[in-house]
Every structure is written in C-alpha cells, then in structure tokens.
C-alpha cells in the first residue's frame, strides 16, 4: 500500500489552523486567517461553538474567500454551515455523526476528517471513510487545560498499523514539531500558537519552517533505513 500524500488537494505534511472568532487575539478573525494563510497554513478549519448559525455562515463564506486557492477551508461539526458555504471539507468530533452520514449528505468530493483521542477511535475513523484523523491532546494546552496530555506516543500507537494521516493537536509549538512528526504525524494543528501571536503571518512561517525540517528528516530517516 503506497503512503498517502495529500489530504484533499493539499499536500503532506499540512499545518491546520483551527480557529473561531474568540480565539484570536485582536477578534479579527479575517485579518488573522489571511495572515495565517500567507505565513504557509494550508488547512485553516473554523470552529466556534458559541456563536449561531447565522453568523457562523458569514464568517465562514468571508474565510472561504481567503483561503480559495490557497488553503483547505473544514468547518468543524457544523454539517448545514459546511454544505451551505460548500466548504473544501468537514471536521467531525469523535462523538459526533457517522462518517457515510457525512458523507452521503456532503457528497463525494467533500474531505472529512476526525478528531480522536484514542488508538480504537482512529481505527473506527478509518474503517468508516475518514480521510485523516486529528488526534490529540497531545501536550498540556490553553484551549483543553483540564485534558491530560497523551505526548507524542499517541501519534506512534495510532500510525503504527495505519496509513491514516494523522494530524497531531494541543499545545503544538515551533519546539515540539520534530517530535510528533518523528512520531508519525502528517502534520499538525494549532490554535494558540498562531491565534494568540502578535504577529499572526510570523509565528505561521515559523511553524511551517519546523514542520518542513521535521519532515525531510523523517524522510531521510526512513531512506537511510
């Protein structure tokens, strides 16, 4: 079985910005995507569940025309916002629908992903269609502050018999890359790291910096073996 190399029309590894209106430092959502996307993110997903439905479509269609071309736009959960604003794919919480639900509502072309905490929800996520899995906490993390951390041997446990791409989530930082992606991670997904930085574009670049290192060294690694 060949390894994958793309999720959707983005390729390996990707760096997803996971972000909602609360999350950003400035509350300009628009300004810190677009810096974010400029700064290498290639899969932002928006996640706000304290706003409504409404104003979730809005901000959704405003972040599709920033990242059209450049980045995957997911829309965490919300199956209506992400058919409505034709999203590039949907995030699904571990306990949320079935993933062929999804799918039958989302059609074909739509990427969907899963977020898991576990080895078995991996592997039901890629029994069920699932095309990447988020997977985490796996450092202590502002947005989680009560989850316990997994480290990165969550990411060997679960990419041990799959060729899932995995995502690596919580408390992700320009110091840890090296480590979950040696691990197995296909890439990584922050919030804090990017929403939270005065200068959104920088922190990004330098994220996708460690990510690229970290992943020619894997590469290497695995030739050389």
């Known amino acids: 079985m060949a390894l994958p190399t793309r999720i959707g029309r983005v390729r390996l590894p990707v760096l997803c910005f996971v972000v909602g209106k609360s999350d950003v430092k400035n ?10 996307v400029a700064g290498g993110v290639s899969m932002v997903q928006l996640r706000d569940h304290d706003v409504p439905a409404g104003e979730l479509l809005d901000i959704a269609r405003r ?3 920033i990242t059209r071309g450049k980045a995957l736009l997911v829309i965490n959960d919300r199956v209506d916002v992400a058919e409505a604003v034709e999203s590039d794919g949907i995030q699904i919480p571990e306990q949320g629908l079935p993933t062929r639900i999804v799918r039958s509502i989302m059609g074909r072309y739509v990427v969907i992903g899963r977020s898991v905490h576990g080895v078995e929800a991996a592997q039901n996520a890629a029994r069920e269609g699932a095309e990447y899995v988020i997977a985490g906490t796996i450092y202590k993390s502002a947005s989680h502050p009560d989850a316990e951390p997994a480290g990165p041997e969550l990411i060997s446990a679960i990419t041990k018999d799959s060729f899932l791409p995995v995502l690596a989530i919580g408390g992700i930082t320009v110091d840890n890359i090296e480590d979950v992606v040696k691990a197995g ?16 574009k920088a922190a990004a670049e330098a994220l996708t910096a460690a990510l690229k290192e970290a992943w020619a060294n894997r590469g290497a690694a695995l030739a050389s073996a």
């Open 63 to 65: 972040l599709k025309a």
């Open 185 to 200: 991670a296909d890439g990584v997904a922050v919030i804090s790291a990017i929403a939270q930085a005065d200068d959104p």
């Open 27 to 36: 509350s300009d959502i628009e300004a810190t995507v677009r810096d974010a």
